[in-house]
């Protein structure tokens, strides 16, 4: 079984910054992808950010491109999601993923095979 799981989430105002961290434990793989997804109330859930575990190559959104920062620290099994001059817009629950294999990144909800509970950000005018 494999396990996921966000924190780092939190109330912030417009211009703040936060750090998710998505950890993996469990099962391991030889290789994956983490991604980040977020949703917010009444909308669909959305790509936010991926990255490669085996060599980092990573992805972003463009409303949040310049603003956000994907990394990862394979030793831990974690990735990160480093979130600066929030906005309002970016409320949302934030979801990790894991994709097995060495497909790689991918925007889309439905390619990846774990996910975690999500972690409520919520960014204030």
């Known amino acids: 079984q494999v396990q996921v799981v966000e924190s780092g989430g939190g109330s912030v105002q417009a211009g703040d910054s936060l750090r998710l961290s998505c950890a993996v434990s469990g099962r391991t793989f030889s290789t994956y992808t983490m991604g980040w997804f977020r949703q917010a109330p009444g909308k669909e859930r959305e790509f936010v950010s991926s990255i490669r575990r085996r060599d980092g190559v990573t992805d972003y959104a463009d409303s949040v491109k310049g603003r956000f920062a994907i990394s990862r620290d394979n030793a831990k099994n974690t990735a990160y999601l480093q979130m600066n001059n929030l906005r309002p817009e970016d409320t949302a629950v934030y979801y990790c993923?894991?994709?097995?294999?060495?497909?790689?990144?991918?925007?889309?909800?439905?390619?990846?095979?774990?996910w975690g509970q999500g972690t409520q950000v919520t960014v204030s005018s």
């Open positions: 993923a894991v994709r097995r294999g060495y497909s790689g990144n991918s925007r889309y909800p439905h390619d990846y095979d774990y």
